[in-house]
T-cell receptor, first 114, second 112 residues
Framework: AQSVTQPDIHITVSEGASLELRCNYS??????LFWYVQSPGQGLQLLLK??????LVQGIKGFEAEFKRSQSSFNLRKPSVHWSDAAEYFC????????????FGAGTILRVKS | DAGVTQSPTHLIKTRGQQVTLRCSPK?????VSWYQQALGQGPQFIFQ???????QRGNFPDRFSGHQFPNYSSELNVNALLLGDSALYLC???????????FGQGTRLTVV
């Protein structure tokens, strides 16, 4: 069955420090990959997506993610975290031959300390 | 562009009641998907509507049903509410079923 694993439930980083959030997926084929961010009580905002091509993708708010086929991973990174980045981050995958039905990981809550 | 809009924002229902949630897709979008996000979990796919037909369905009981109207807006209906149905219900829209989805702010349903 399709699954997405985000191994870290909570991560705390200092403002200005670098960030990496991990995501691994289990699929028979290479899926389409997404990272979303959710502030408390809010909907989901798309940070970035990977469909094909360059395995390093740039997103909004200074985020980037790298697709590594050999590791079935799609980790999210940011070189310098701002206090406003505190939120919950979700990795999601989709097999487009089945439409854009998304399978989400359980999320990682990011706390930023000043 | 108003984006994806959902109503109501919050509501409280009693066990056994029925509820209807509404979603207006982003302008130009024709596909609507619904997700349930329980507290502390990632969203779970309920179903997807395209051309007024249910195209895909996740692992949810028949108590969950939906509809898409000719203007592409959609409703999610839940019958015989259980305490476990308490969650944030998210609507996502896209242009056809093969493009990225944009999410609304969600409806927070509390069943007491």
């Amino acid at each position: 069955a399709q699954s997405v694993t985000q191994p870290d439930i909570h991560i705390t980083v200092s403002e200005g420090a670098s960030l990496e959030l991990r995501c691994n997926y289990s699929y028979g084929a290479t899926p389409y990959l997404f990272w979303y961010v959710q502030s408390p009580g809010q909907g989901l905002q798309l940070l970035l997506k990977y469909f094909s091509g360059d395995t390093l993708v740039q997103g909004i708010k200074g985020f980037e993610a790298e697709f590594k086929r050999s590791q079935s991973s799609f980790n999210l990174r940011k070189p310098s975290v701002h206090w406003s980045d505190a939120a919950e981050y979700f990795c999601a995958v989709a097999l487009m031959e089945y439409g854009n039905k998304l399978v989400f990981g359980a999320g990682t809550i990011l706390r930023v300390k000043s | 562009d108003a984006g994806v809009t959902q109503s109501p924002t919050h509501l409280i229902k009693t066990r056994g009641q029925q509820v209807t949630l509404r979603c207006s897709p982003k302008s130009g979008h024709d596909t609507v998907s619904w997700y349930q996000q329980a507290l502390g979990q990632g969203p779970q796919f309920i179903f997807q509507y395209y051309e007024e037909e249910e195209r895909q369905r996740g692992n949810f009981p028949d108590r969950f049903s939906g509809h898409q109207f000719p203007n592409y807006s959609s409703e999610l209906n839940v019958n015989a509410l259980l305490l476990g149905d308490s969650a944030l219900y998210l609507c996502a829209s896209s242009l056809e079923v093969y493009t990225e989805a944009f999410f609304g702010q969600g409806t927070r349903l509390t069943v007491v």
